[in-house]
């Protein structure tokens, strides 16, 4: 999951099966590229071919994702967070002009308030997925609440 061309055909794949031709097609990328990155995601067991079509004597399989979730584990120390790496390249590819929120908000609290905060992130998170209407336009969010090495006298 740390590639973000893997990442992207997931995101593809989350309004409904594809074959390779239309993952690359939608995503710009070369068929070879396209094939390659859903073959280790196939062995990775996050997409299955849920469906096959013969066009003109070759084999067109339809792909979906095996899983609707995914739980990364934490980044070991001195990595970079894949999720938060895949955010901050998709934001930079938005379409120009596009309608977004982007905001880094620094405070200082309680132990509790932070919980309570987690929370509320989370119950916000879960709203907007079950608000998916697939006939409009996609949004993503992403949320990161932690705590930072804390710096003397800040």
């Known amino acids: 999951m740390s590639n973000v061309v893997r990442h992207r055909i997931l995101g ?21 590229s396209s094939s390659y990155h859903m073959r280790l995601l196939e062995r990775a067991g ?5 469906r096959t079509n013969k066009v003109r004597g ?19 120390p001195g990595q970079r967070d894949v999720l938060l790496g895949h955010a ?24 509790d308030r932070f919980e309570e905060f987690v929370d509320r992130l989370e119950a916000l ?17 992403a949320v990161a609440l932690f705590r930072p090495k804390d710096t003397p006298g800040a």
């Open 58 to 76: 070759v084999m067109e399989r339809y792909y979906d994702r095996a899983v609707r979730n995914i739980h990364l584990p934490d980044p070991a």
């Open 88 to 111: 901050i390249a998709d934001l930079a590819e938005a379409p120009e002009g596009s309608r977004r929120f982007v905001r880094m908000q620094h405070t200082r609290i309680p132990d």
């Open 12 to 32: 593809v794949l989350r309004d409904g099966p594809a074959t390779i031709t239309q993952v690359a097609e939608k995503l710009g990328l070369a068929k070879g």
């Open 125 to 141: 998170m879960d709203e907007l997925g079950a608000a998916r209407d697939n006939d409009h336009q996609a949004a993503t969010m």
């Open 46 to 50: 996050l997409v299955k071919v849920v």
